[in-house]
């Protein structure tokens, strides 16, 4: 719902985060969607909360969902950086811009769109989308040369399984690691 123009590389489906969902109210948790009321509505389901299709949608209850959250999953959007004002947890899928929109804190994860290279007739490596021509727009900035491919079902509910079940003494992966290095380069 980030704007209604299907090209816009920061809109997501919401059919992709039905696995995610099962995983978190199978854990006894809730979901409230954020957002707003010119998104598509979530299926109806036990625990799940539709919060932008709600008499109760504000700007003030937003804020104050988001403070009271146990882990914020999200995209590269305003929700995420209140979450981080508020020091809670959060996990990023469908992330379209991997300099500025990259977990900042020690156990915060985040997964990237797909990045489809026209010319090569592939999609590229996570090296070669660090190594690829970039600006502060992203790949967005370069359309007809690249396509950006939602995160499936399965990878948002890995992501959110591995977040869900993270010791407290969480320690970096070597892919982690490595991948924080080529950004940093």
């Given at each position: 719902?980030?704007?209604?123009?299907?090209?816009?590389?920061?809109?997501?489906?919401?059919?992709?985060?039905?696995?995610?969902?099962?995983?978190?109210?199978?854990?006894?948790?809730?979901?409230?969607?954020?957002?707003?009321?010119?998104?598509?509505?979530?299926?109806?389901?036990?625990?799940?909360?539709?919060?932008?299709?709600?008499?109760?949608?504000?700007?003030?209850?937003?804020?104050?969902?988001?403070?009271?959250?146990?882990?914020?999953?999200?995209?590269?959007?305003?929700?995420?950086d209140v979450a981080l004002l508020f020091k809670k947890p959060t996990t990023l899928v469908n992330t379209c811009d991997w300099a500025t929109s990259l977990p900042l804190r020690k156990g915060d994860l985040t997964i990237l769109k797909h990045v489809y290279s026209r010319p090569l007739n592939r999609f590229l490596s996570i090296q070669e989308i660090l190594e690829e021509t970039y600006t502060s727009l992203g790949f967005k900035a370069l359309p007809k040369k690249y396509v950006m491919v939602q995160n499936t079902s399965e990878e948002i509910r890995d992501v959110i399984e591995e977040s869900l079940n993270q010791p407290d003494d969480?320690?970096?992966?070597?892919?982690?690691?490595?991948f924080n290095k080529g950004r940093n380069q």
């Open positions: 719902g980030y704007r209604q123009d299907s090209s816009i590389n920061r809109n997501a489906s919401i059919e992709n985060y039905t696995e995610a969902i099962k995983v978190i109210t199978a854990a006894g948790g809730w979901v409230v969607r954020l957002g707003d009321p010119t998104m598509s509505h979530v299926p109806k389901t036990e625990r799940v909360i539709d919060y932008p299709h709600t008499r109760f949608k504000s700007e003030l209850m937003d804020i104050y969902l988001i403070s009271q959250c146990r882990l914020l999953i999200g995209t590269n959007s305003g929700p995420s969480y320690i970096y992966s070597d892919l982690q690691i490595a």
